[in-house]
């Protein structure tokens, strides 16, 4: 059986309410090799010291970078359960991570959270920080949005 792009980005998901169970926002974040092995799993870290920039996205660049080597990362891709933030794809680039596959858009997040204060989400397509790079970084998403939805639903309110 072959790993497809939607079977990892469900994992993203299950990973998403598996930090939902332990008491933090519905993000998860997986990095899987160009054979569709999986390398690393991250929740969302924003509790317990309320680490703004906590997010799964960001935390899977960080230990990725730490892991692997450029050369590996390039060909490597990660699935997010939400489109990476501004913040999470400039980590995502200089982590070097080849390709990004999301789930629930940055757009229709924002229309979820509203003006929370543990998540104001910015309205600035990941596709447009990668566009500014020098390195190109593939997106595909959103897809599976609607289920990548349901983990949202009565969080934010």
């Known amino acids: 059986m072959s790993t497809t792009d939607e ?19 519905p993000f998860g974040a997986v990095l899987a090799g160009p054979d569709g092995e999986v390398l690393l799993e991250v929740e969302n870290g924003y509790l317990p010291d309320g680490d703004m920039t906590g997010h799964a996205e960001r935390l899977l660049a ?51 959270t509203g003006n929370h204060p543990e998540n104001p989400t910015l309205s600035l397509p990941c596709r447009t920080v990668f ?8 997106v595909i998403g959103p897809l599976l949005e609607d289920e990548a939805a349901e983990l949202h639903e009565g969080v934010w309110e």
């Open 62 to 112: 960080t230990l990725a970078c730490k892991t692997f080597e450029p050369e590996e990362l390039a060909d490597c891709t990660i699935y997010s359960s939400a489109e990476p933030c501004a913040m999470c794809a400039g980590a995502i680039y200089w982590a070097g991570i080849g390709r990004v596959v999301y789930g629930l858009s940055e757009e229709r997040l924002k229309t979820m």
């Open 7 to 25: 079977d990892l980005l469900r994992l993203a998901f299950d990973v998403a309410e598996r930090a939902m169970d332990n008491g933090n926002h």
């Open 131 to 138: 566009a500014a790079g020098q390195r190109k970084v593939e």
